[in-house]
């Protein structure tokens, strides 16, 4: 690709995601997904682990040990791209785009929030299917927070899904 095609696909990017940031500034769309946001960091995942064991006792160990060692693995490979990358938040490039949250850290690439929780919920639900339908949504809703949030560029997302979907799948040969 020549650069005035890859210029356009950023000003396309950059139009998307202005458009998803709109959203956002709907008071009550901004509180849910601030609030999905925040369970996205972590808190909805551990308590899933938690239930897990609470429900399903011992058996349920190898699931939460495979979902933590997945978690740890993605965490490397996210802080390692963040490193590398580089990639500026999206209001950091554009006056159009607001952050209606505070970041976790400085860069966008790739969407760490994305990226765990589609490890998490494809870890789960190989073993517990019927999570699937509380799940999926969940991680759906935690990718759109990170674009209407003015977080991330949707590529953010995209490669964040996809390394999740990596991470949790070789984490099944590790098993």
Not at 14 to 41: A, K, M, Y
Not at 136 to 150: D, E, H, K, N, Q
Request: aromatic share 12%; hydrophobic share 50%.
């Amino acid at each position: 690709m020549d650069k005035l095609s890859w210029q356009w696909m950023g000003e396309c990017e950059l139009r998307l995601t202005e458009w998803f940031n709109q959203i956002g500034h709907r008071p009550v769309v901004l509180q849910i997904f601030r609030r999905v946001s925040r369970l996205g960091d972590g808190v909805f995942w551990y308590a899933l682990m938690l239930a897990m064991y609470l429900v399903n006792g011992a058996e349920a160990l190898p699931v939460i040990l495979q979902m933590i060692f997945a978690g740890l693995t993605a965490t490397l490979i996210y802080k390692w791209l963040k490193k590398k990358t580089l990639r500026p938040r999206p209001h950091q490039q554009s006056g159009r785009i607001h952050c209606l949250t505070a970041p976790l850290d400085r860069f966008s690439f790739p969407s760490g929030h994305t990226l765990h929780a589609v490890t998490f919920t494809l870890v789960a639900v190989v073993y517990y299917p019927m999570l699937s339908w509380v799940l999926v949504p969940f991680t759906l809703a935690v990718a759109m927070s990170r674009l209407i949030l003015g977080l991330h560029y949707p590529t953010d997302v995209l490669a964040g899904a996809v390394l999740g979907a990596t991470v949790a799948g070789l984490s099944f040969l590790a098993v």
